[in-house]
């Protein structure tokens, strides 16, 4: 479920009702995941792995929202942490690193997740100005300071 659909679910339901269990829950376990707290949500779940295992699709959910918000912050992710966030045995994390086209390599001993290259994604514009001087010194006016009391005087003394 996306940020803004988990939001509206929450104002749907009465205040006082959002603090009982199992509402209270999946209000913390949805703000770990905004907040990036990927490890502390996959221990959270593990505490209680049969409300969760229920509902059809949820681990795959959850980790595709992961996933895009690794694409979005990293070029590249050691192998670890990936696989802490993913919470994914190193046999899974592969079989994901291909269906995401990700790529592994070593660096100085490190085993590193190349996710993307945000370099290769930029696109270049063009910006052209359509403001020229003249229609800027029309508007100087505009810009000198109020002689009204339209602004609060104050009587200070020194």
Not at 19 to 39: A, I, K, M, N
Not at 80 to 92: A, G, I
Not at 98 to 126: A, G, R, V, Y
Request: one cysteine or more.
């Amino acid at each position: 479920m996306s940020h803004s659909d988990f939001t509206l679910c929450k104002y749907l339901i009465h205040l006082e009702h959002l603090s009982e269990e199992p509402l209270s829950q999946v209000v913390e376990l949805g703000f770990l995941l905004e907040t990036c707290r990927f490890s502390e949500f996959w221990t959270k779940i593990k505490e209680n792995p049969k409300v969760f295992s229920a509902i059809p699709g949820f681990r795959e959910s959850v980790c595709r929202f992961i996933v895009q918000i690794i694409s979005q912050t990293y070029q590249r992710i050691s192998k670890p942490l990936l696989m802490s966030f993913l919470d994914m045995s190193e046999n899974d994390l592969k079989q994901f690193i291909k269906q995401f086209e990700w790529s592994e390599i070593t660096d100085h001993h490190n085993q590193l997740i190349l996710i993307n290259n945000h370099e290769e994604n930029i696109k270049s514009i063009q910006i052209r100005e359509r403001v020229n001087f003249d229609s800027i010194t029309s508007m100087s006016g505009a810009f000198r300071p109020s002689k009204s009391d339209f602004f609060i005087k104050t009587n200070i003394q020194s």
